[in-house]
């Protein structure tokens, strides 16, 4: 086990070598994203604030609701992976090849390079984001408190959830054995899953059969569940069911990752060089 | 340690017609056509021969190697590298190779050179004391030590293929493959990897797999050649072989002053000696020494007509190639 983490570490250090080698990048993301942010932040304000408009919108009050969308904006951006991007830009490139020529699994490897992203995004945003959190808190009177206990139950779901993420996009990405451009696919996935997550709006204020739906399906454990977790605002037998259903979902990605790239790997074409 | 016996590779491509209209029938329809990249080829290579795999391009050099190192699957055939079989034991395979690819780098692009030493250290187990060992071995041969704290994007195209193939040796492979390693490298750096080669040849016996265009590397490092044509070994022996039938040829190009290079009359025998065509202002004359000599010609040319310059060329692999194939075989 150690001499596996030995040689694949390197993998995740370069990562966080590379994020640190262009922080900067990663700083004015954090910003055009942080914009976003802000305007949903206020979009939801200036909807409760409207005259005439419940004080409850389905069991989330504004500072409920002004707390989720903090949460769920920090959340995703310390879940960011563009590990899709990675395997399609290795196969149309041809760049796979430099993973094949070393005694290394390519899966495996991958991997630790999520990893390294998401290291290297935790080392970088973290306390930025959590700032924000913060000021926003106090300057609106949220009245956010930190649970400890709660905060470790939703890191342990958000890590499964992002090992669950982590093959999903393995899985996609694989697709570019056949398609060799998959810009269009993962767009595609990324607008589904952003909405299936409740980043946009909590899965609670769904239409009820959607809402029903989601739940089932390995997204919402990424930011929803999460964030509920944080905000107090989850049951605890709806707690025991995600970790259920996303552990399923895990085994489930697994094993298509297995069979795909099987499949795929026969039908490789590195033209050129 | 190599052998390969009854390799093919078949790619499947989807075949489009000209213009949006085509596009939009390929879209939907795609005609597939079936590419014979390698066909039925079979060799040996025992351990501590210099190979070099010559063919011109797309002949199916690079997805021989390719095959070889594990990364693509053959259609059909048997490769037994060391006793392993590189697609059902890639791994156990890639701890006995080392691999460069001219065209492109195995390094970390963004990461200081050094970095991915100790990246490469890592993943094939090497102790501290092989490590420093080899580095120091390598620092030797092909200089390293100036530019090993910088990115590697940010290196000339020769230390990057320097580094590179310090990166291939790094693990001291028993098994070399190079595709294409001194491909745009000047003179003094194509002197330094030949010499790295050579040297990595003698002192571990370490088997090379060459492929390239450079007649030089040839001519300093193997004794044996494959050449490969549309997916066919179509020549498997010494490079005194190839050099007996046609590195005889040499190639003049005259730069003209005046006009009228068609016009001369050659005569008889050297006209069967020597085979021309002109380009704007320039003469290219192959010549056959076996026939006649270079100074002969260029004498006769002297004598008839203004000359602004004159270059010698041996003939290129791709022009041996071309022959070779033209006449079916040696």
């Known amino acids: 086990m150690s001499r596996y983490f030995r040689t694949y570490f390197p993998f995740a250090k370069s990562k966080i070598l590379e994020l640190f080698q262009y922080r900067m990048n990663v700083v004015l993301w954090f910003i055009a994203e942080g914009l976003f942010m802000f305007v949903y932040f206020f979009l939801w304000k200036a909807i409760y604030e409207t005259p005439g408009n419940p004080v409850m919108i389905k069991g989330f009050t504004m500072e409920d609701m002004l707390i989720y969308i903090l949460l769920a904006h920090i959340i995703g951006f310390l879940t960011f992976d563009n590990i899709s991007y990675q395997i399609g830009f290795d196969i149309k490139e041809g760049k796979i090849a430099n993973y094949l020529i070393?005694?290394?699994?390519?899966?495996v490897t991958l991997l630790f390079i999520s990893l390294g992203t998401f290291l290297g995004y935790l080392m970088v945003l973290l306390i930025p984001n959590l700032i924000v959190l913060f000021t926003m808190n106090k300057f609106y009177n949220l009245g956010f408190t930190v649970k400890l206990s709660d905060i470790a139950i939703a890191f342990a779901l958000l890590i499964l959830a992002k090992v669950t993420q982590f093959m999903f996009k393995v899985f996609i990405g694989l697709f570019s054995f056949k398609l060799t451009e998959i810009h269009g696919l993962i767009w595609l996935m990324d607008s589904l899953t952003h909405f299936l997550t409740g980043s946009l709006i909590p899965i609670a204020l769904f239409p009820d059969l959607l809402k029903q739906i989601t739940i089932y399906l390995p997204f919402a454990g990424l930011i929803y569940t999460p964030a509920?977790?944080?905000?107090?605002?989850?049951?605890?037998?709806?707690?025991?069911?995600a970790f259920i259903i996303q552990f399923i979902w895990l085994i489930i990605f697994t094993i298509a990752v297995e069979l795909l790239w099987n499949r795929m790997i026969k039908r490789l074409v590195i033209l050129g060089g | 340690m190599i052998k390969v016996k009854n390799l093919t590779k078949e790619f499947v491509k989807y075949e489009k017609e000209k213009g949006l209209k085509g596009m939009l029938k390929a879209f939907f329809n795609a005609k597939k056509v079936i590419k014979k990249a390698v066909d039925d080829i079979s060799f040996d290579i025992k351990e501590g021969e210099i190979i070099g795999y010559i063919g011109a391009n797309g002949a199916g050099k690079s997805t021989t190697i390719k095959m070889l190192t594990g990364i693509l699957h053959p259609t059909s055939g048997q490769i037994l590298i060391d006793g392993l079989d590189p697609v059902t034991n890639r791994i156990a395979n890639a701890k006995n190779i080392g691999v460069v690819f001219g065209q492109r780098t195995v390094l970390w692009w963004d990461l200081p050179l050094q970095e991915s030493f100790s990246i490469l250290k890592e993943i094939y187990e090497i102790s501290d004391a092989?490590?420093?060992?080899?580095?120091?071995?390598?620092?030797?041969i092909l200089e390293i030590d100036s530019f090993i704290k910088s990115p590697v994007r940010t290196l000339s195209l020769g230390q990057r293929m320097r580094a590179d193939i310090a990166a291939s040796l790094l693990h001291n492979p028993k098994i070399l493959y190079l595709d294409e390693p001194t491909i745009g490298l000047d003179v003094m750096a194509k002197e330094k990897m030949r010499d790295a080669i050579r040297t990595m040849n003698q002192k571990f016996n370490t088997t090379v797999v060459l492929t390239t265009h450079d007649l030089d590397d040839i001519e300093e490092l193997c004794e044996r050649i494959l050449?490969?044509?549309?997916?066919?070994?179509?020549?498997?022996?010494?490079?005194?072989?190839?050099?007996?039938?046609?590195g005889n040829y040499k190639t003049i190009r005259f730069h003209l002053k005046e006009k009228g290079f068609e016009d001369i009359d050659f005569g008889q025998e050297l006209a069967s000696a020597i085979d021309f065509q002109i380009n704007d202002d320039i003469a290219i004359v192959k010549v056959d020494r076996n026939k006649t000599t270079v100074t002969e010609?260029?004498?006769?040319?002297?004598?008839?007509?203004?000359i602004s310059d004159i270059d010698i060329s041996d003939i290129d692999i791709e022009e041996v190639v071309k022959k070779i194939y033209q006449k079916g075989e040696l």
Request: glycine share 4%; aromatic share 14%.
């Open chain 1, 102 to 107: 070393k005694p290394i699994s390519y899966r």
């Open chain 1, 228 to 241: 509920m977790i944080v905000l107090g605002k989850l049951p605890v037998e709806a707690l025991y069911s």
């Open chain 2, 130 to 140: 092989d490590f420093e060992e080899r580095m120091e071995f390598f620092n030797d």
């Open chain 2, 227 to 246: 050449m490969i044509d549309e997916g066919k070994i179509i020549f498997d022996g010494p490079l005194e072989d190839i050099k007996k039938s046609f």
């Open chain 2, 297 to 306: 010609v260029i004498k006769f040319v002297l004598d008839k007509i203004t």
